[in-house]
């Protein structure tokens, strides 16, 4: 039991052990891991098929069983070749620069800088035809310098200070080195020319002419400004006069408009002045007419009262009328009536009495007539008695 419990005690640390051995074993031996900046090519060196397997292999973990499996990795970044001088650990500098000479026989050297990359899926293809390890590399410098010699080599004296011929020799030399290297299963991302140097006499001559140029430069520039000038003080003139013109132009126009718009407010008045002499002179004369035709009125209704009162003179009215003066102007303080004779609250009687007949000798009139009567008579003279309720 207790040798049971011992051997369960190693056990489980010598498997753990094991397992690890067995596992670093197996990542030596059996696999092989590609970076995220890599690509690899497998070579089959044993078996059935032997070769190059026709397929480029990605980041990850891939099976390489030693003896069996072959694997080269390639930067599958844009890589950089420069051309330029380097600090060597010798203490001066090293010329990798390419050198050159003109067509008119100068010696040159250019700095430059040439990106490029392998092709996508063509790793397994540049193994095959190129070899293993760098080499595609020193292939590509090569071509570069050649087709630099041969595109730049063919620039003159004065091209070499020219920056536009510059760009349009490194599109060429781009060009070119295209053409070539994609049989070589690379592309050319950019050429970049960074400095071209020349020797002293060359570079001395290029100053002097480059100063003469900017001479020339400077002078036509000297003879535009003051052609220039000339021109600006025309157009000022002319602007002048075009504005002095725009100005007069614009005063005679409000000088035109002032009056027009005066005569208009005169017009206006005058209308309104007439307009208003008219309508006063229709209301007065519709005044005056109605005036005359209310004095008419009351003229024709007094002599229409007249009338009347003339008529209801002449007859039983007027007998009434001159029986109830007679009646006003009796002084009863001065009479004495028997009131055996006489009873004064017979007014037929009385009014019979007093001068006032009808055809059978006594007074046919009521109370109310004999009552308008008397309000009648009671009315200043010159009143309108043809009122009638």
Same mark, same amino acid.
């Given at each position: 039991? =207790?040798?049971?419990?011992?051997?369960?005690?190693?056990? *489980?640390?010598?498997?753990?052990?094991?397992?690890?051995?067995?596992?670093?074993?197996?990542?030596?031996?059996? %696999?092989?891991?590609?970076?995220?900046?890599?690509?690899?090519?497998?070579?089959?060196?044993?078996?059935?098929?032997?070769?190059?397997? =026709?397929?480029?292999?990605?980041?990850?973990?891939?099976?390489?069983?030693? /003896?069996?499996?072959?694997?080269?990795?390639?930067?599958?970044?844009?890589?950089?070749?420069?051309?330029?001088?380097?600090? +060597?650990?010798?203490?001066?500098?090293?010329?990798?620069?390419?050198?050159?000479?003109?067509?008119?026989?100068?010696?040159? +050297?250019?700095?430059?800088?040439?990106?490029?990359?392998?092709?996508?899926?063509?790793?397994? &293809?540049?193994?095959?035809?190129?070899?293993? /390890?760098?080499?595609?590399?020193? *292939?590509?410098?090569?071509?570069?310098?050649?087709?630099?010699?041969?595109?730049?080599?063919?620039?003159?004296?004065?091209?070499?200070?020219?920056?536009?011929?510059?760009?349009?020799? @490194?599109?060429?030399?781009?060009?070119?080195?295209?053409?070539?290297?994609?049989?070589?299963?690379?592309?050319?991302?950019?050429?970049?020319?960074?400095?071209?140097?020349?020797?002293?006499?060359?570079?001395?001559?290029? &100053?002097?002419?480059?100063?003469?140029?900017?001479?020339?430069?400077?002078?036509?520039?000297?003879?535009?400004?003051?052609?220039?000038?000339?021109?600006?003080?025309?157009?000022?003139?002319?602007?002048?006069?075009?504005?002095?013109?725009?100005?007069?132009?614009?005063?005679?126009?409000?000088? %035109?408009?002032?009056?027009?718009?005066?005569?208009?407010?005169?017009?206006?008045? @005058?209308?309104?002045?007439?307009?208003?002499?008219?309508?006063? @002179?229709?209301?007065?004369?519709?005044?005056?007419?109605?005036?005359?035709? /209310?004095?008419?009125?009351?003229?024709?209704?007094?002599?229409?009262?007249?009338?009347?009162?003339?008529?209801?003179?002449? /007859?039983?009215?007027?007998?009434?009328?001159?029986?109830?003066?007679? @009646?006003?102007?009796?002084?009863?303080?001065?009479?004495?009536? +028997?009131?055996?004779?006489?009873?004064?609250?017979?007014?037929?009687?009385?009014?019979?009495?007093?001068?006032?007949?009808?055809?059978?000798?006594?007074?046919?009139?009521?109370?109310?007539?004999? &009552?308008?009567?008397?309000?009648?008579?009671?009315?200043?003279?010159?009143?309108?008695?043809?009122?009638?309720?």
């Amino acid at each position: 039991m =207790h040798i049971g419990k011992l051997t369960a005690k190693y056990i *489980i640390p010598i498997g753990i052990f094991f397992f690890i051995a067995v596992f670093i074993i197996g990542i030596k031996f059996f %696999v092989i891991k590609v970076g995220v900046d890599q690509v690899g090519v497998r070579t089959r060196i044993w078996g059935v098929t032997r070769g190059i397997v =026709h397929k480029d292999y990605g980041p990850g973990w891939h099976r390489a069983i030693t /003896g069996i499996d072959q694997w080269d990795l390639y930067d599958s970044t844009v890589q950089t070749i420069e051309l330029a001088k380097e600090p +060597s650990h010798m203490g001066h500098d090293e010329r990798k620069e390419a050198a050159l000479r003109t067509a008119d026989d100068y010696d040159v +050297s250019v700095d430059m800088v040439v990106k490029y990359q392998i092709k996508k899926d063509k790793a397994w &293809k540049l193994r095959q035809d190129i070899g293993v /390890g760098e080499r595609y590399k020193v *292939i590509v410098e090569n071509e570069t310098r050649d087709i630099a010699r041969s595109v730049f080599g063919r620039m003159v004296e004065r091209d070499l200070y020219n920056p536009e011929e510059k760009r349009k020799r @490194a599109e060429e030399c781009k060009i070119e080195l295209t053409a070539r290297l994609i049989l070589r299963h690379v592309d050319v991302i950019d050429v970049l020319i960074l400095e071209m140097r020349f020797d002293p006499q060359l570079e001395r001559k290029i &100053k002097n002419i480059k100063l003469a140029e900017l001479d020339n430069v400077l002078n036509q520039s000297k003879a535009l400004a003051a052609e220039q000038r000339g021109i600006t003080q025309t157009i000022d003139a002319d602007t002048e006069a075009i504005a002095q013109k725009i100005t007069g132009d614009k005063e005679r126009a409000l000088t %035109v408009l002032d009056a027009e718009t005066s005569k208009r407010i005169t017009e206006l008045l @005058a209308e309104a002045d007439k307009y208003l002499v008219q309508k006063k @002179a229709e209301g007065d004369l519709y005044k005056q007419q109605r005036k005359a035709d /209310g004095t008419l009125l009351i003229k024709y209704s007094q002599a229409e009262g007249e009338r009347l009162r003339r008529e209801a003179l002449a /007859g039983l009215g007027g007998d009434i009328i001159v029986a109830m003066e007679a @009646a006003r102007n009796i002084n009863l303080a001065d009479v004495s009536i +028997s009131s055996l004779d006489l009873n004064l609250l017979d007014i037929d009687d009385m009014a019979t009495r007093l001068g006032v007949t009808d055809t059978k000798g006594k007074l046919r009139v009521d109370s109310k007539t004999f &009552k308008q009567i008397q309000e009648m008579l009671n009315q200043p003279k010159g009143t309108d008695t043809t009122k009638t309720k």
